[in-house]
Nanobody
């Protein structure tokens, strides 16, 4: 059974920085990508950043140039470094593990709240 444990959320001033971490427990066999998603109040969950085992990254336009996704231990730990934070970045951030073996599976963490406010 795969479990994802996030940490690092909190309250930060606009323009500030924060780093989120996601640790994966369980088998990483057939991992395709790890990602960070977020969901703001009243909005749908959206993709923020993705990273593959080969180190390929992808960012949403809204965070490009401000957020950086990275990993350690073959994606078993994934980070999201967030800089120049804006109030509109306020959301619950979720870690995602996408597996593509015989079938596609998505596993989610419980989420960590990031609040950008003065």
């Amino acid at each position: 059974q795969v479990q994802l444990v996030e940490s690092g959320g909190g309250l930060v001033n606009p323009g500030g920085s924060l780093r989120l971490s996601c640790r994966v427990l369980g088998s990483m066999y057939s991992i395709f990508a790890m990602g960070w998603y977020r969901q703001a109040p009243g909005k749908q969950r959206e993709s923020v950043a993705l990273i593959t085992p080969h180190g390929t990254t992808n960012y949403s336009d809204s965070v490009k140039g401000r957020f950086t996704i990275s990993s350690a231990n073959a994606l078993r730990t994934v980070y999201l470094q967030m800089s120049s934070l804006k109030p509109e970045d306020t959301a619950v951030y979720y870690c995602n593990a996408n597996f593509r073996g015989i079938r596609t599976e998505n596993h989610w963490g419980k989420g960590t709240l990031v609040t950008v406010s003065s």
